[in-house]
């Protein structure tokens, strides 16, 4: 039986392919001038080249972290470029009809398909292909309901005061070294502002795609929900096949005011590498949002791709009666790694978080939970529930849990739950008995094992979520 | 002995009891029934004084002293008792070691001698003997672990070891078997007396056939809608709740 | 002290140097040798160290322990040193040591035909060779700082050897007694069980200590081998007095079909830290760990424990209580970690912890690390307060709020007492237990 599942586990990945656009790439390496090429290339003001240049200096004292459950080799940042953009953007297109037709192709082959997701979904999509946007649909429509969502590099000119105030606010410069890294080479991202009260008419939405050889990306968010608003925001990561390792360090900040609330989704399907554990991307995350008086995070994510995957999207509850949310499927098969969870640090009263999490592995990867919940000595009445459950599928993979549990506060409540189960023969002899066949049987188990976090997605992204488990569990039988 | 005026009371931002008034004299015994999710739970909680149920109107007196001004325990040592509908489990806590405590508290509150040990042990296992558990149950840790029925008598026998002036007895006669209900009306008939009160809530009118009670009261959306003798019980038993709504509309 | 104060107070070269003047039996020098060099390889550890995260050595730092005190001032009588010890009721026999002494007169006369007891420098051919064949096997040096300085520093110790197919009823108890004394020193204790195949015994590890404050540094590592089809019923018991300063483990190796029975209790320290290491090394082995942790004013507790599933078809059942009352920190890392072959094991680890004040402190961590498919784990952490219904019902019955709380702390630790297979050790410790949850009598007369 375990033969069955190891063919079924082998499969392909469907978003690999090149797109061939001319692109202006900087040769690799890393120094002062590479950030001041690209602070100029954006016409960036001084205070963010200054901002850039600080955290370089920050991130040349810092040591690469070891501590994750991963083990990949030594990575030579003077091997990566830094600066990727299509060519064919010096002349930014005004609309869609204008894009790249190249472009547009490989969205479709993601089963993107802009004109129709954008039009039936009402999904606003900002596109970042290597480093930089390249269009932001339904952006009219967002005005008028006075919500900001552009890249980030034409915020830094439009709406200075806000990315001067709150960039870097969440995670400093000084954060991690892979933060730090991308604070001093960011080249593009999304930049969200939701006004006080206003509901955001639509789901926000960005794909990011790495398409240059040797380019790494460091793309960095802004959400900032103020007061009262509330906003769904999309995030979706391919990258093609390459037989060496790319790397990805990008850096989320949330800003959620008093009574906001932000939901933060992810579908990341970056490149896994090969059966034989070549290629992928590195995938370095720091995710973090900062929750005022009532306020609420919920952060969702899918992790399916990457061949090494490091990433903790954690929520600050700071404010009285704040909420936080992490719900995580997180699958690796062949050679992947992932180390992944949240941080739930509680600093205000009556302040409440949950975690659920699922970890599948298959293959001969391994798949780790680490999470910290902290109730700092304010957190009076703070709760939180965390459940951590782990499908094994097949007898070469791991399946790890590392749970932080940090309380100062007498009436604070934390509760810690972990299971771990695999697919059973039973259960699939019984699926077998009943007239289903293998494959679909694991991925009905699989995705009943998953129910709990899909259900937390919003629906066009559940259904894609529940496409690609299958896609990643299914394969040449049958 | 107990007088509630109009009382109000709401859990959870919920307005449960809305105006309920209710009078029993040293020696009687009033029955009160009703529809699921009626309020007589919480009419024994806010009694009792648990937290989290909050008296928003009304009074109540036992025994010619504000009840409300009291802390829980402190109505416990005054001699009012409540048996629960679910009894809770205390792990790690000996039903002994807790006995003991809730005995000693209420007698030192009397202005009697907290019995000793030895004396204290014959006491209990008398008790015991009369709810028909077996002398082991002293020893295990507080409900933990009793089926639906034991955990029933352990509440009767908590009932006779503290002598309280008013039982409110809430579905004291669910879960028990045929033997176990007439062990548990044996109990409560025991311990009748001219100066000792109960309140028994019950769905069903065979434990009355056995505990007679000497008012029948109908408890509904938060409120008593009907009161009677002890013929109300068979003609709810008989008709159910529903012709009530209807007469009183 | 004013002659200590001039030298540099580096605990760890101290220990260094103290290992290096130790005195022991000559077959033992080679892993006194092996345990410095070890040693000397470790990094102090810090707050970066992983397994040191919440635990500050710092402590050991303050005090000159670069000498070894004879056993001269001992304020206590005979009979007030077996007070602190002594379990009544229980068939027992003891090996005392005072401040790392062996003490004759308070030692037993043991002559039981089912286990041989012995100190090392007492041992005979026969049974240094069993010394010698399994001492430092199963402590693994290079992981675990401590042992590595125990065993540098090595210079005696205690075997138990359970024969073969024979049962001991008689538990066989390892007392160490520290006492103030007007220098720092350091103890170094070692204990080796060998339970051989089809043996069962019982082991009792108390340290304990006088009331005055405490001037030891208390370095204790147990290893134990289980062989096949034996069980072992193994206790340990930190009793020391609040400022003691306490680091110690024990390493177990279970062999197919063994079981192992083993129940901790910590009171807290100035700095406590055990480390509990199982080896499933043979098919069909059960381990069964429970402990409680009870830190209160400024005291620090630490118990780190990792259980190794080597082999198939072996189960493990873990439960660890804490109170934390006052300023107390207590540490709790449990981590069960499944081998590739491990196939079939079932293990499960619950961790639950109550903070009894606002300055109180919980770090815990229970970690599973798994590499093989069919098995089921599962671990559970809470941190919690008093049941509010539990709570009500008390209330409810007349028992005033303090006394209430008292009793359900307590019973949240006796709930774990009562599982214990030697009855006299259940009423040994519910005193000392029931002691803590109240300066007041009023509040504990009803525990007991
Ligand atoms: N702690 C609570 N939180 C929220 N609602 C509550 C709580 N306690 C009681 N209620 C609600 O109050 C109402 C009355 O409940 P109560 O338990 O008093 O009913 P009851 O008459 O005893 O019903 P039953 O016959 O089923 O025992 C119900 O709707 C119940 O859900
Ligand atoms: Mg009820």
């Given at each position: 039986m375990t033969e069955e599942i190891n063919e079924l586990i082998k499969n392909e990945y469907e978003a690999g392919f090149v797109t061939d656009v001319e692109s202006e790439t900087l040769p690799p390496g890393l120094n002062e001038d590479v950030i001041r090429f690209i602070s100029s290339k954006k016409n960036e003001p001084e205070w963010l080249l200054e901002w850039r240049l600080k955290a370089f200096h920050v991130w040349k004292e810092m040591d690469e972290p070891t501590w994750a459950h991963v083990q990949y080799p030594e990575i030579n940042f003077q091997d990566v470029s830094y600066?990727?953009?299509?060519?064919?953007?010096?002349?930014?297109?005004?609309?869609?009809?204008?894009?790249?037709?190249?472009?547009?192709?490989?969205y479709e082959k993601l089963g993107i398909p802009l004109h129709e997701q954008a039009a039936l979904a009402g999904v606003a999509v900002d596109v970042v292909f290597d480093s930089v946007s390249v269009v932001t649909t339904f952006r009219e429509k967002l005005k008028e309901a006075g919500v900001i969502f552009m890249p980030i590099s034409e915020a830094v000119h439009e709406h200075p005061d806000l990315v001067k105030k709150y960039l870097g606010s969440v995670v400093p410069q000084k954060d991690n070294y892979y933060a730090a890294l991308n604070c001093a080479v960011f080249s593009d991202g999304s930049f969200v502002y939701i006004p006080k009260g206003v509901r955001c008419p639509m789901e926000l939405s960005t794909y990011f795609r790495i398409n240059e050889q040797s380019t790494g990306q460091f793309e960095r968010t802004l959400i900032i929900a103020e007061e009262g608003s509330h906003v769904s925001y999309l995030e979706g990561c391919t990258a093609p096949m390459r037989d060496e390792n790319q790397l990805h360090a990008a850096v989320v900040e949330l800003v959620a005011l008093d009574n906001a609330e932000i939901k933060y989704s992810t579908v990341q399907n970056w490149?896994?590498?090969?059966?034989?554990g070549k290629g992928g991307i590195y995938n370095f995350v720091t995710k973090r949002g900062v929750c005022h008086t009532n306020a609420k995070i919920s952060w969702t994510q899918v992790e399916t791709g990457s061949a090494v995957t490091w990433k903790y999207p954690s929520c600050i509850l700071k404010g009285d009666n704040s909420v936080g949310e992490f719900y995580s499927v997180a699958l690796t098969n062949n050679f992947q790694q992932a180390d992944t969870g949240t941080k739930m640090i509680h600093l205000g009263k009556n302040t409440k978080s949950t975690i659920i999490t699922k970890g599948i592995s298959a293959g001969k990867s391994q798949n780790a939970y680490r999470g910290l919940v902290r109730m700092n000595p304010g957190a009076e009445g703070a709760r939180n529930y965390t459940q951590c459950d782990s499908l094994l599928i097949g007898d070469k993979c791991g399946a790890h849990t590392f749970p932080y549990i940090e309380s100062k506060h007498p009436s604070a409540v934390i509760e810690h739950e972990a299971t771990t189960s695999k697919v059973s023969d039973d259960q699939l002899f019984l699926c077998q008995q009943r007239g289903i066949d293998v494959e679909k049987a694991v991925s009905m188990i699989v995705n009943g094992f998953c129910k709990e976090v899909f259900k937390e997605l919003p629906m066009e992204f559940a259904v894609e979520a529940g496409k690609l488990l299958e896609v990643s569990l299914e394969g040449s039988v049958g | 002995m107990l007088s509630i005026k109009n009382l109000q009371a709401k859990v959870e931002e919920k307005d449960i009891i809305k105006g309920l008034n209710l009078n029993i004299k040293p020696g009687e015994v009033h029955a009160i029934m009703g529809p699921n999710g009626a309020g007589k739970s919480t009419l024994g909680n806010v009694l009792s004084g648990r937290e989290g149920y909050e008296v928003t109107g009304g009074s109540v007196e036992f025994l010619g002293k504000d009840l409300l001004d009291f802390e829980p325990e402190e109505r416990a040592r005054e001699g009012l008792f409540l048996a629960f509908q679910y009894p809770v489990e205390i792990p790690g806590v000996s039903n002994l070691e807790f006995l003991k405590a809730s005995v000693d508290a209420v007698r030192e509150h009397r202005g009697q001698?907290?019995?000793?040990?030895?004396?204290?042990?014959?006491?209990a296992r008398e008790k015991c003997k009369a709810v028909n558990l077996d002398q082991n149950f002293l020893k295990r840790g507080v409900n933990e672990g009793f089926s639906g029925g034991e955990k029933k008598r352990n509440e009767i026998m908590q009932m006779m070891l503290l002598e309280p002036s008013l039982c409110i007895l809430d579905e004291t006669d669910s879960g028990l078997d045929i033997d176990a209900l007439q062990v548990v009306a044996d109990g409560v008939n025991s311990q009748r007396s001219v100066d000792r009160s109960f309140i028994v809530v019950t769905h069903y009118q065979r434990l009355l056939d056995y505990i007679v009670p000497d008012y029948v009261h109908v408890l509904a959306n938060g409120r008593i809608v009907k009161s009677g003798g002890k013929e109300l019980a068979l003609e709810l038993e008989?008709?159910?709740?529903?012709?009530?709504?209807?007469?009183?509309v | 002290?004013?002659?200590?104060?001039t030298q540099t107070l580096d605990y760890a070269s101290q220990a260094l140097s103290l290992a290096q003047s130790v005195e022991g039996p000559e077959w033992l020098s080679g892993l006194r040798k092996d345990g410095q060099q070890s040693f000397e390889g470790h990094a102090w550890p810090t707050r970066k160290t992983e397994h040191w995260k919440y635990t500050n050595l710092s402590a050991l730092n303050k005090q000159n322990y670069a000498q070894l005190v004879a056993n001269d001032s001992v304020a206590l009588t005979d009979s007030e040193a077996q007070q602190l010890y002594l379990i009544a009721d229980l068939d027992a026999v003891q090996l005392v040591f005072v401040n790392g002494h062996f003490s004759e007169t308070l030692s037993s006369e043991i002559d039981l035909d089912s286990v041989e007891v012995v100190r090392f420098s007492q041992a005979d051919e026969d049974q240094r060779s069993v010394i010698s064949d399994n001492l430092g096997q199963i402590t693994l040096n290079e992981e675990h700082i401590f042992s590595a300085l125990n065993a540098g520093q090595l210079d005696d110790g205690v075997l138990i050897r359970f024969l073969k197919n024979k049962k001991t009823e008689t538990a066989i108890q390892v007392v160490h007694l520290?006492?103030?004394q007007s220098q720092s020193f350091s103890v170094n204790a070692r204990l080796l069980v060998v339970s051989e195949a089809g043996s069962q015994g019982v082991v009792v590890e108390s340290f304990v200590s006088d009331d005055a404050s405490q001037t030891a540094i208390v370095n204790s590592i147990t290893e134990c081998r289980i062989d096949d089809n034996s069980k072992l019923f193994h206790y340990r018991l930190q009793l020391e007095q609040e400022d003691a300063i306490h680091i110690g483990g024990m390493h177990v190796q279970l062999n197919a079909g063994s079981q192992l029975e083993s129940f901790h209790v910590g009171l807290g320290g100035k700095v406590k830290r055990v480390d509990v290491v199982v080896n499933h090394e043979g098919s069909g082995a059960h381990c069964d760990l429970k402990g409680v942790y009870l830190p209160k004013n400024s005291q620090?507790?630490?118990?780190?424990?990792?259980?190794?599933?080597?082999v198939p078809h072996c189960t493990t059942s873990e439960v660890f209580r804490g109170i934390i009352a006052n300023q107390a920190k207590a540490v709790f890392n449990g981590r069960i970690h499944i081998h590739p072959d491990a196939q079939k094991t079932l293990a499960e680890l619950n961790n639950r912890n109550l903070l009894l004040s606002n300055k109180a402190e919980i770090n815990t961590k229970p970690e599973l690390e798994i590499y093989a498919d069919d098995v089921r784990c599962a671990h559970g952490a809470t941190i919690a307060q008093l049941d509010d219904n539990a709570m009500n019902y008390m209330l409810s019955r007349g028992i005033g709020r303090q006394e209430a709380e008292v009793m359900m702390s307590f019973g949240f630790i006796n709930e774990l007492l009562n599982g214990l297979a030697h009855h006299p050790i259940q009423e040994k410790l519910r005193p000392i237990l029931a002691d803590l949850f109240g300066k007041d009598d009023s509040l504990t007369r009803h525990l007991l």
């Open positions: 600066y990727s953009a299509p060519k064919s953007m010096d002349d930014r297109p005004k609309s869609l009809d204008e894009v790249d037709p190249e472009l547009l192709k490989t490149y896994p590498g090969d059966a034989e | 001698d907290p019995l000793d040990s030895v004396s204290f042990l014959k006491l008989e008709k159910g709740y529903s012709w009530i709504d209807e007469e009183v | 002290m004013t002659e200590a104060s520290t006492t103030a620090h507790i630490d118990y780190h424990t990792c259980i190794e599933h080597k």
